[in-house]
């Protein structure tokens, strides 16, 4: 019998230190910090060169901003843009225009 009382004892003495264990708290989940997005500039309206130029490079600034356009590509066709703005800002529409939609194509944008 004394050996049944004394495994009993263990028994209960094993439970009660689990269930002590279980009271204790627990440590909280690391906090992450959430990335900010990167801020997001509204594009001119409008009709006419100007606004055409200014929200594709808008676009392309938020493309290489992700990373969806690589530094170097996004610089490129940030030139292209301010060649076809010059024009746009001499009054040559038709050229700033044509200017804009070969760059686009140029770089696989619509």
């Known amino acids: 019998m004394t050996a049944y009382r004394l495994s009993l004892a263990l028994v209960a003495t094993a439970l009660l230190a689990g269930l002590a264990g279980a009271c204790q708290p627990k440590a909280a989940a690391p906090v992450v910090a959430a990335a900010t997005p990167a801020p997001v500039s509204v594009p001119p309206a409008g009709p006419g060169c100007g606004p055409n130029i200014a929200r594709t490079q808008a676009v392309v600034d938020s493309d290489v901003a992700t990373g969806n356009l690589n530094q170097p590509v996004g610089a490129r066709f940030s030139a292209d843009l301010a060649r076809a703005s010059a024009a746009c800002a001499?009054?040559?529409?038709?050229?700033?225009l044509g200017l804009l939609a070969a760059a686009k194509t140029r770089y696989g944008y619509r």
Not at 90 to 96: D, L, P, T
């Open 90 to 96: 001499a009054g040559r529409e038709g050229e700033a």
